[in-house]
């Protein structure tokens, strides 16, 4: 199904000419943010040395550390009067980043989410229970806005508090959700403990998950585990929200909408780019928004491009799953490790749980903490040892180093309301 098929099969040169105008619009609406004027001018550009989207390569990039400097409203390209909405990302260290929504940048953002659900089946006839976090986080409000767009009866449940989540969705029949996969996971041992069967007890069809890095295999344990179609989904604050990228009902990579973004993938340590399958880190300009668009925004996400066309007939290119963050990467006993090798292994082991802690400390010793599937063992210590041993072979073929595995019964890691939090380095370097 199509949205708006018109703009969704756009054909090559008529998607680059629209490309093109936006962008040449984008850069004169910069022209006013004293930041990006500096940039301009330095480089001596102007938006009519934009002959092309490929031209977006002469413009600067913008990094995390740009906008925190000019925090709370040095990027703002209109006046605050002009400002509809403001949503925060998360800060790490020190402040937060500040992005603002214009009421056609609202509207945009519930359009794209409205475009990418309709392309996965959902239809006004769904009940959609949004599971993510609402407030500040873009995540909750914009997936919230797109969906009542297409006409479902929306229930805002937020995240957490299981025992409700599981009510309204059999008091109200929900059969999409809108979640994060770690508590994905979680909610699917919680059936398990209740004794509920969502195929025989809920409507669930399809499930929507995001802002949390995943393997396939965790898609999938999810799907075996909930009984749903899981679709992945991109998006970040600082581009809109979630509705960047979707995958289609093909479930072969996620369409980037190159109407409102122009896509680059670079090589993270020199900026240059990288051709298209090979692996890099997503770069993205916004050429649709008022209050803040931003160039060259380097999302420090890496993944890569899909060469060729998709079946289901949109001609807007496809990015593999994110395999992780250039800033995530933990170097030890000088090994380059990404959280997500370590996810790949387990999620692919049955005797091995839904929940996993990745612990270092000392100089550069790492442990990682495995939760077992509540049924795959009688307990024996032998069958136990030998299930370790395993499970610390399978991670040393991956990683080309041994860490330490602790297998803990079923429940016992920590699980948050938010975003898992997979690694804790306490490491005395």
Same mark, same amino acid.
């Given at each position: 199904?199509?949205?708006?098929?018109?703009?969704?099969?756009?054909?090559?040169?008529?998607?680059?000419?629209?490309?093109?105008?936006?962008?040449?619009?984008?850069?004169?609406?910069?022209?006013?943010?004293?930041? +990006?004027?500096?940039?301009?001018?330095?480089?001596?550009?102007?938006?009519?040395?934009?002959k092309?989207?490929?031209?977006?390569?002469?413009?600067?990039?913008?990094t995390?550390?740009?906008?925190?400097?000019?925090y709370?409203?040095?990027?703002?390209?209109?006046?605050?009067?002009?400002?509809?909405?403001?949503?925060?990302?998360?800060?790490?260290?020190?402040?937060?980043?500040?992005?603002?929504?214009?009421?056609?940048?609202?509207?945009?953002?519930?359009?794209?989410?409205?475009r990418?659900?309709?392309?996965?089946?959902?239809?006004?006839?769904?009940?959609?229970?949004?599971?993510?976090?609402?407030?500040?986080?873009?995540?909750?409000?914009?997936?919230?806005?797109?969906?009542?767009?297409?006409?479902?009866m929306?229930?805002?449940?937020?995240?957490?508090?299981?025992?409700?989540?599981?009510?309204?969705?059999?008091?109200?029949?929900?059969?999409?959700?809108h979640?994060?996969?770690?508590?994905?996971?979680?909610?699917?041992?919680?059936?398990?403990k209740?004794?509920?069967?969502?195929?025989?007890?809920?409507?669930?069809?399809?499930?929507?998950?995001?802002?949390?890095?995943?393997?396939?295999?965790?898609?999938?344990?999810?799907?075996?585990?909930?009984?749903?179609?899981?679709?992945?989904? +991109?998006?970040?604050?600082?581009?809109?929200?979630?509705?960047?990228?979707?995958?289609?009902?093909?479930?072969?990579?996620m369409?980037?909408?190159?109407?409102?973004?122009?896509?680059?993938?670079?090589? =993270?340590?020199?900026?240059?780019?990288v051709?298209?399958?090979?692996?890099?880190?997503?770069?993205?300009?916004?050429?649709?928004?008022?209050?803040?668009?931003?160039?060259?925004?380097?999302?420090?996400?890496?993944?890569?491009?899909? =060469?060729?066309?998709?079946?289901?007939?949109?001609?807007?290119?496809?990015?593999?799953?994110?395999?992780?963050?250039?800033?995530?990467?933990?170097?030890?006993?000088?090994?380059?490790?990404?959280?997500?090798?370590?996810?790949?292994?387990?999620?692919?082991?049955?005797?091995?749980?839904?929940?996993?802690?990745?612990?270092?400390?000392?100089?550069?010793?790492?442990?990682?903490?495995?939760?077992?599937?509540?049924?795959?063992?009688?307990?024996?210590?032998?069958?136990?040892?030998?299930?370790?041993?395993?499970?610390?072979?399978k991670?040393?073929?991956?990683l080309?180093?041994?860490?330490k595995?602790?297998?803990?019964?079923?429940?016992?890691?920590?699980?948050?309301?938010?975003?898992?939090?997979?690694?804790?380095?306490?490491?005395?370097?």
């Amino acid at each position: 199904m199509f949205w708006h098929e018109q703009i969704e099969t756009l054909d090559c040169p008529a998607l680059q000419a629209l490309q093109l105008k936006r962008l040449r619009e984008t850069v004169g609406r910069l022209e006013r943010v004293p930041f +990006y004027r500096g940039k301009f001018l330095a480089a001596g550009l102007k938006p009519e040395d934009i002959k092309s989207p490929a031209d977006v390569r002469r413009l600067p990039f913008t990094t995390a550390a740009d906008l925190r400097e000019n925090y709370p409203d040095g990027l703002l390209a209109v006046s605050r009067e002009e400002v509809l909405r403001l949503h925060t990302s998360s800060g790490t260290t020190g402040k937060p980043k500040a992005l603002f929504f214009s009421r056609r940048d609202v509207e945009t953002a519930a359009e794209l989410i409205a475009r990418a659900l309709c392309m996965t089946g959902v239809t006004r006839r769904d009940v959609f229970q949004n599971m993510m976090s609402y407030g500040l986080f873009t995540g909750g409000l914009v997936m919230h806005y797109g969906a009542e767009k297409v006409g479902c009866m929306v229930i805002p449940a937020g995240p957490g508090t299981s025992e409700r989540q599981l009510l309204l969705m059999q008091d109200f029949r929900t059969t999409v959700v809108h979640i994060l996969p770690s508590y994905a996971l979680y909610f699917a041992d919680f059936l398990e403990k209740k004794g509920v069967d969502p195929r025989k007890s809920l409507a669930l069809r399809k499930a929507f998950v995001g802002a949390e890095p995943h393997t396939e295999e965790t898609r999938r344990n999810i799907e075996a585990a909930l009984g749903v179609d899981v679709y992945n989904s +991109y998006g970040l604050t600082e581009m809109n929200g979630p509705g960047v990228a979707f995958e289609c009902e093909g479930k072969c990579g996620m369409h980037v909408w190159e109407d409102n973004f122009v896509l680059e993938i670079i090589n =993270p340590a020199t900026g240059e780019p990288v051709a298209d399958g090979q692996p890099g880190e997503l770069v993205l300009t916004s050429i649709n928004r008022e209050a803040m668009p931003l160039l060259r925004y380097r999302t420090r996400d890496l993944t890569s491009i899909i =060469p060729g066309p998709c079946a289901c007939g949109r001609t807007h290119r496809r990015i593999h799953r994110i395999t992780g963050r250039s800033d995530d990467m933990l170097i030890v006993r000088g090994v380059n490790i990404f959280p997500q090798q370590i996810e790949r292994v387990l999620m692919g082991m049955p005797q091995i749980g839904r929940n996993y802690l990745i612990q270092l400390e000392g100089l550069d010793d790492m442990t990682v903490k495995v939760e077992l599937s509540p049924a795959a063992f009688d307990g024996q210590v032998g069958h136990l040892a030998e299930l370790q041993h395993q499970v610390e072979e399978k991670l040393r073929a991956e990683l080309w180093l041994r860490p330490k595995v602790d297998l803990v019964a079923s429940g016992s890691l920590p699980v948050a309301e938010g975003k898992a939090k997979r690694v804790i380095d306490k490491r005395s370097l």
